[in-house]
């Protein structure tokens, strides 16, 4: 595929808004899980919540969209100046011209569980000022952020589980490609929800402790919540060096299980591959993994085979899982942002929580955050029901649209 500048991004999650702190906390090891006291949930677990009192309501013109999975997008779009630098891409291309395509897995749901306590006993009604499009829908993402920006482009939102704000860039590029779009707002947002917690829940999968990835006695995931967001452009003469550059995306669908994933990670595999082969690149040439990591037995075994066969045993990879918590549909761009800071800054972030590796594991995983120069990087992201998405990343090494 043809590069494509990342101009502009900004994530927020459990270690705060903006890419400084999650910066620092990678870099230290900081974790950002905290025991599970969401609403009404009485599950033993951890979580990675963002603070109510930092969601502010939306309010004004957009207030149809109030509820948390878009007052988390408020608040991610707010920070790092992102807003701006989209607003200054209006002026350049026009609204029409700048497309949005963005990730989520439940959206809303929240405040339809909320209108359910309010449900009419007679008439089995919902409660009058519940806005099923404004809020649950899953577009309702896309709809708030594309107002929000005030931009008239092409708009959607992809829901393909743990992968979807990952393949939001494979189908923003097509976008950019097609000349439907001269460039694009990708991204994602995902909030905690009672229907996340307990059918995570009710398939044994949440961990009673901060979970912990690639460990040999790791038990299960930490659900977490946040928004991250970037602006994609076509490279140019203009673009400094150091500019993080999307350079391929690989996507499958294997579709072996709903929720469990192909035991030998085939289609991981092929997602991996096909990435590589659209950036241009070797298994070589990739400077650090993260790894979709989630903490289960089953996910971490699949994915440490399809990239020892992808990539061996000598490429660092991690998963970061253990800092903001497993963001389900914002896991995606969660993920990618961490990648351009490990790019931009210049590290690779370790595994916080994982103690004692799996001694089946066969990866030069990194357990602490080191100092190294990667300049071309994968992120992985793979959902339910066999819906794989692998990106590769570089550092622009001169000026203009040069690696």
């Known amino acids: 595929m043809t590069p494509l500048a990342v101009t502009s991004l900004t994530l927020t999650s459990c270690l705060g808004a903006g890419l400084r702190p999650h910066a620092d906390a990678l870099l230290n090891l900081r974790s950002g899980l905290t025991r599970c006291n969401f609403e009404t949930a009485q599950l033993n677990t951890w979580v990675g919540q963002i603070p109510d009192e930092q969601l502010a309501p939306v309010r004004?013109?957009?207030?149809?969209?109030?509820?948390?999975?878009?007052?988390?997008?408020?608040?991610?779009?707010?920070?790092?100046?992102?807003?701006?630098?989209?607003?200054?891409?209006?002026?350049r291309y026009g609204a029409r011209r700048i497309g949005v395509i963005l990730g989520t897995s439940t959206s809303g749901i929240l405040q339809t569980e909320i209108a359910y306590r309010f449900l009419d006993p007679a008439t089995g009604t919902l409660p009058g000022d519940f806005d099923f499009a404004g809020t649950q829908d899953t577009f309702s993402l896309g709809a708030f952020v594309q107002a929000r920006l005030e931009l008239e482009g092409p708009a959607s939102v992809i829901s393909t589980a743990c992968s979807s704000s990952a393949k939001v860039f494979g189908a923003a590029a097509r976008m950019i490609a097609a000349g439907l779009c001269d460039a694009a707002v990708v991204g994602g947002a995902d909030s905690l929800c009672l229907t996340?917690?307990?059918?995570?829940?009710?398939?044994?999968?949440?961990?009673?402790?901060?979970?912990?990835?690639?460990?040999?006695?790791?038990?299960?995931?930490?659900?977490?919540?946040?928004?991250?967001?970037?602006?994609?452009?076509?490279?140019?003469?203009?673009?400094?060096?150091?500019?993080?550059?999307?350079?391929?995306?690989?996507?499958?669908?294997?579709?072996?299980?709903?929720?469990?994933?192909?035991?030998?990670?085939?289609?991981?595999?092929?997602?991996?591959?096909?990435?590589?082969?659209?950036?241009?690149?070797?298994?070589?040439?990739?400077?650090?993994?993260?790894?979709?990591?989630?903490?289960?037995?089953?996910?971490?075994?699949?994915?440490?085979?399809?990239?020892?066969?992808?990539?061996?045993?000598?490429?660092?990879?991690?998963?970061?899982?253990?800092?903001?918590?497993?963001?389900?549909?914002?896991?995606?761009?969660?993920?990618?942002?961490?990648?351009?800071?490990?790019?931009?800054?210049?590290?690779?972030?370790?595994?916080?929580?994982?103690?004692?590796?799996?001694?089946?594991?066969?990866?030069?995983?990194?357990?602490?955050?080191?100092?190294?120069?990667?300049?071309?990087?994968v992120s992985n992201s793979f959902g339910f029901g066999g819906s794989n998405c692998s990106l590769v990343l570089g550092r622009a090494l001169q000026g203009g649209g040069d690696h």
């Open 60 to 91: 004004g013109r957009l207030a149809r969209f109030d509820c948390r999975n878009n007052r988390l997008a408020q608040l991610g779009l707010i920070a790092d100046g992102f807003g701006q630098a989209v607003a200054q891409a209006r002026s």
């Open 196 to 377: 996340t917690l307990y059918g995570f829940g009710s398939l044994e999968l949440l961990s009673r402790e901060p979970c912990r990835p690639f460990d040999v006695e790791r038990s299960g995931i930490s659900i977490g919540e946040g928004a991250g967001f970037a602006l994609l452009e076509p490279t140019s003469t203009n673009n400094p060096k150091g500019t993080i550059q999307l350079l391929g995306v690989g996507e499958s669908s294997d579709g072996y299980h709903m929720s469990s994933p192909h035991p030998d990670g085939a289609g991981a595999r092929l997602a991996m591959e096909r990435a590589l082969t659209s950036a241009g690149l070797a298994p070589r040439d990739i400077g650090y993994i993260n790894l979709h990591g989630t903490g289960t037995r089953t996910n971490d075994s699949a994915e440490e085979k399809a990239v020892f066969s992808v990539f061996g045993a000598s490429t660092p990879c991690s998963s970061t899982k253990g800092m903001t918590g497993h963001l389900l549909g914002a896991a995606g761009i969660a993920e990618a942002i961490i990648c351009a800071l490990a790019l931009r800054e210049r590290f690779m972030p370790g595994s916080a929580n994982t103690r004692a590796l799996d001694p089946e594991l066969r990866l030069r995983y990194l357990r602490e955050t080191v100092r190294e120069d990667p300049l071309c990087v």
